[in-house]
């Protein structure tokens, strides 16, 4: 019976007990366990001097060889690889680093530093202009306030002390709330509910006051009549009219408002068309196609504007304006028709909006100037505008009406520089500068403009305005040369005309001078009485025929008293 034991003792046994575990078996790793080591598995620590244990053998270290060539390797990538130096690293980095490389490398060391100081004041200058230009375009908050700081000197004790704590301005609303607000009832509600009641009233002669009051006399329980709305109407108007009347006839016998016009005006006040809505209705669709047609256009956009603010619709019309700048930003009709409709604190970023897309607009610069308010805002926005647009004499114009006689003396100085061809500008110099500097500035504007008789003119009237009347006849015979030089027509009627300026201005002599040169400039000898004539009575000038030496005879001879008469 003791070996049937034993073999089925055997037959349940597992084949791995007794058996060592294989390497790197860890037990329940099945389940999600993790082994771990503790002090006792791996034992007292070990001396430095103790020979090491073969079974924990440190991993081994990859072969020294196999370093030095994965070193020596170059990175070929393309990420490493630059047109102008090629690949980075070193090109000698294998070879032995001697003295005469360091040497070379001392060199160009020393090299590298000359150069760096060299520039070193240029970059130095560079970083302060451009830590200043900085500083100007975003200033401290301190900076920013320096001007407001020095007004709280003028702050008085005070107003120091009757400055707001800061933790006021916290629930203001909870602390301070509104004031109660009363709506006037409306008639209608008042008459409703007295439809229902009935109100009551004590009659005088109900017998209240007698020994015996009469009680079978209903007077406690008399009702009121109903409230008429028809009569407080009447009375509102009646009390309107007795106001208008008051006001027109004032102490003084002026009338300030006209009753009878009262309400006409208040209707004109409010625009609105007159015509047909079925016109309007079409317009709008017309206008929308041309607009959908072609967006580019810009009288399109400006009729749709106009056609919405004539009907009342002024937002509309800002919309629509607003919207043709955004597809044509280089339109400046647009801009000028946008800054038109807006307000002028909005027209303002609306015309600020259009010079960064149309700098050179010379309409638009002038628009910015007329809506400021103050000289010295519409003299910088004017020269700013010149910065833009230097060779507009229209700008230059409007800028020097805004300046001192001394400030526009230089201004136009500037002026003449970058209009050179403008005769407006070397006359308004002149007229500012001295004797010696205005003949200067006219032999400039000779130089520059020499088909202009004005410039002529202007020289001889500033002769004789000196005292220099012999300058006077050899301006004005030099004046028709050199115009006739230069391709001119002289035309007498002009020339009579300037005569005339002169007369007015005072400078009779030069007046003289003048019509003695042109009188008989390009007239044949049969038609001189003809044609002085015509001059006489056209220019009217015979006071100065009758003062003028006239070398010819002729018009003595020719003008008797029935024609001077007639």
């Not at 102008?84 to 090299?111: H, M, N, Q, R």
């Not at 007077?219 to 009569?231: A, E, H, V």
Request: net charge negative; hydrophobic share 35%; charged share 30%.
């Amino acid at each position: 019976m003791a070996v049937p034991s034993v073999s089925l003792n055997t037959r349940n046994k597992k084949h791995f007990l007794g058996v060592p575990a294989p390497l790197g078996y860890v037990a329940g790793v099945g389940r999600g366990a993790t082994g771990f080591t503790t002090r006792s598995d791996i034992g007292p620590a070990r001396d430095a001097n103790d020979v090491s244990d073969d079974r924990h053998a440190p991993p081994t270290k990859r072969a020294k060889k196999k370093e030095e060539e994965e070193e020596d390797e170059e990175d070929l990538n393309d990420s490493n690889y630059d047109e102008f130096s090629g690949y980075g690293g070193s090109l000698f980095s294998k070879d032995p680093y001697d003295k005469d490389d360091e040497e070379a490398d001392a060199i160009y060391e020393a090299i590298d530093k000359r150069m760096d100081e060299k520039r070193k004041e240029y970059r130095e200058k560079r970083l302060r202009e451009e830590l200043e230009r900085y500083r100007q375009e975003r200033p401290k908050i301190q900076q920013q306030f320096s001007d407001l700081k020095r007004e709280l000197v003028h702050v008085t004790e005070d107003e120091w002390k009757n400055v707001p704590e800061v933790g006021d301005a916290r629930n203001r609303k909870q602390r301070n709330p509104r004031a109660e607000k009363f709506t006037p009832l409306p008639d209608s509600v008042l008459a409703r509910n007295l439809g229902g009641e009935t109100s009551t009233s004590i009659d005088p002669s109900s017998g209240l006051a007698s020994m015996m009051p009469g009680v079978a006399t209903p007077g406690m329980l008399t009702p009121t009549g109903d409230l008429d709305l028809r009569k407080i109407g009447q009375a509102r108007n009646t009390l309107m009219n007795v106001k208008l009347n008051q006001v027109s006839d004032s102490v003084e016998g002026q009338t300030v408002v006209d009753p009878k016009g009262y309400l006409t005006d208040l209707q004109s006040m409010i625009p609105t068309y007159g015509g047909d809505i079925n016109d309007i209705k079409k317009a709008r669709l017309l206008l929308k196609s041309v607009r959908e047609t072609n967006p580019n256009h810009p009288p399109a956009w400006i009729a749709s504007a106009r056609l919405e603010e004539v009907t009342g619709k002024v937002q509309a019309a800002r919309n629509l304006i607003m919207k043709g700048c955004e597809v044509n930003p280089t339109s400046e009709d647009l801009w000028l028709e946008a800054a038109r409709l807006q307000p002028p604190d909005t027209a303002k970023a609306v015309i600020a909006q259009s010079v960064r897309h149309i700098p050179t607009s010379v309409r638009i610069w002038i628009k910015a100037a007329d809506l400021e308010t103050e000289v010295k805002a519409k003299r910088r926005v004017y020269r700013k505008a010149l910065e833009h647009i230097p060779n507009s004499v229209r700008l230059w114009k409007a800028a020097v009406e805004l300046e001192e006689p001394e400030d526009a003396r230089i201004l136009l100085s500037r002026a003449v520089e970058c209009c050179p061809t403008s005769v407006d500008l070397w006359l308004a110099l002149a007229r500012l500068e001295t004797y010696d500097n205005a003949r200067k500035v006219l032999n400039k504007a000779r130089e520059n403009i020499p088909t202009d008789r004005q410039i002529w003119t202007t020289a001889a009237k500033l002769e004789e305005a000196n005292g220099n009347k012999h300058m006077v006849e050899k301006i004005i015979e030099r004046a028709i040369s050199s115009l006739s030089a230069n391709g001119v027509e002289i035309n007498r009627e002009h020339w009579f005309k300037e005569a005339m300026e002169a007369e007015k201005a005072g400078a009779v002599h030069c007046c003289q001078v003048i019509v003695k040169a042109i009188i008989g400039y390009g007239v044949e000898e049969e038609d001189r009485k003809h044609t002085w004539m015509e001059d006489a009575e056209t220019v009217r000038l015979f006071v100065v025929f009758i003062h003028i030496e006239i070398k010819w005879g002729l018009l003595y001879q020719l003008m008797n008293k029935q024609e001077i008469e007639r």
